[in-house]
């Protein structure tokens, strides 16, 4: 696939009698060394497109913007990750069974720690804010609650989401998807087995909840959420296996929530493998067993689209 672009039509409802074109454009294709593979925690993009895959042992591969592969010696930190993020700023957010670390990548192979806090969450996921707050999907010891806001020292500011204090969580609403809203201040959460996404503000209070379906449409449910990502321009791209409604036939797709998170899109389906997340400039990366793959997702032009924003959004 180097040196070529793959495109796939796919048709944005606008109204009900015209549509305008959505195209996935393939930048590149690399292969992954020989042993890497999908695990805990899930691959991370950064902003200026740097890749990171971490393996067993704590080996590090990395992949930049450009397609370049790498590898760094295994670090006592990324080791023990369960959940792994990262933030505007470049730096990962780390999260293992008994702390949660912010590093920031410097030169190759030079990870430093910047702060690190010790309390035990089994973590699914992690977001970092922008004022300093952490999220964590996960378990806490003797919490009935799915969610947690903590601080960089490991202090529990609160825990949220749908649960009761003495009760045990569900692990259905723990398993997920976190996103951090950075311009309206509200951290997004979608369960990888549920077809909602979840909105809270940065206390943790409820929003709102938006399900990932519209059968009234003869749309698809998601029954498998298996990718999330930011798009430079407001939109949430999100990757999973879907069921058609009525029930029907099955396949993974991509699809595109607007500014105010409605689905305006039928489902793309996806040829690649799975979506870990986007860059500042929009592009989606997408990794295998076996392959790591950037694609762009081109979108008309925002007259064209309905609720388009008016400032990007990261």
Not at 153 to 165: C, N
């Amino acid at each position: 696939m180097h040196g070529q672009w793959l495109i796939l039509p796919l048709f944005l409802l606008l109204g009900h009698n015209c549509a305008a074109r959505v195209q996935l454009l393939e930048e590149w294709q690399r292969d992954l060394p020989p042993g890497v593979h999908l695990g805990s925690p899930r691959p991370v993009v950064c902003p200026d497109g740097t890749l990171y895959l971490i393996g067993q042992g704590g080996s590090i591969t990395v992949v930049n913007r450009q397609g370049r592969i790498s590898s760094d010696s295994p670090q006592t930190v990324l080791k023990a990750a369960t959940a792994l993020a990262c933030d505007a700023l470049g730096r990962l957010y780390v999260v293992s069974p008994d702390f949660v670390a912010v590093v920031e990548p410097r030169s190759a192979g030079d990870y430093q720690v910047l702060s690190i806090g010790y309390v035990k969450i089994s973590a699914y996921a992690v977001v970092g804010a922008d004022d300093g707050r952490i999220f964590v999907a996960g378990r806490l010891a003797g919490n009935g609650f799915p969610l947690h806001c903590v601080t960089t020292h490991g202090v529990i500011l609160r825990s949220f989401g749908e649960g009761a204090p003495n009760s045990a969580p569900d692990p259905m609403l723990m398993d997920g998807f976190l996103l951090w809203d950075a311009a309206r201040k509200r951290v997004l959460m979608v369960p990888r087995n549920l077809p909602e996404l979840q909105v809270y503000d940065r206390n943790g209070d409820d929003v709102d909840v938006k399900g990932l379906g519209a059968p009234q449409w003869d749309d698809d449910w998601f029954v498998r959420v298996w990718g999330v990502a930011w798009h430079p321009d407001g939109r949430i791209v999100i990757q999973g296996r879907m069921l058609s409604w009525p029930p029907g036939p099955t396949g993974v797709f991509l699809n595109v929530l607007d500014r105010n998170l409605n689905r305006a899109t039928k489902g793309l389906h996806s040829p690649y493998g799975i979506l870990v997340g986007s860059d500042r400039n929009g592009l989606l990366y997408f990794v295998s067993d076996k392959h790591v793959r950037c694609v762009r997702l081109a979108i008309p032009d925002d007259s064209q689209i309905p609720d388009a924003p008016h400032a990007p959004v990261l």
